[in-house]
Nanobody, 118 residues
Framework: QVQLVESGGGLVQPGGSLRLSCAAS????????MGWYRQAPGKQRELVAV???????NSADSVKGRFTISRDNAKNTVFLQMNSLKPEDTALYYC????????????WGQGTQVTVSS
């Protein structure tokens, strides 16, 4: 079965850093575009960052220069390095796997909570 398991969330002070990880199993990882999305209470789910099968990346304007998405195909894992965290980054962060980046046959993890507060 396909499984995406996020980890690394937690409580951090403004200006701090966290690294989220998403470990995938049950898929040919290298054939999937991977992404991070987030959803805050009362808000719509939004794209944070994506990385293609070829390693190209894109990220939301709100996180550019602060967050970096990367992948390690040998470990079937995608990462989100989050620096200079702000309270508005507080959300449940989800990992997504999308076959060839086609927007179908996508899988989702259960989410990991990130809370940025002093």
């Amino acid at each position: 079965q396909v499984q995406l398991v996020e980890s690394g969330g937690g409580l951090v002070q403004p200006g701090g850093s966290l690294r989220l990880s998403c470990a995938a199993s049950g898929i040919t990882f290298s054939m999937y575009a991977m992404g991070w999305y987030r959803q805050a209470p009362g808000k719509q789910r939004e794209l944070v960052a994506v990385i293609s099968t070829a390693g190209s990346t894109n990220s939301a304007d709100s996180v550019k220069g602060r967050f970096t998405i990367s992948r390690d195909n040998a470990k079937n894992t995608v990462f989100l390095q989050m620096n200079s965290l702000k309270p508005e980054d507080t959300a449940l962060y989800y990992c997504n796997a999308d076959w060839m980046g086609w927007g179908r046959n996508a899988y989702w993890g259960q989410g990991t909570q990130v809370t940025v507060s002093s």
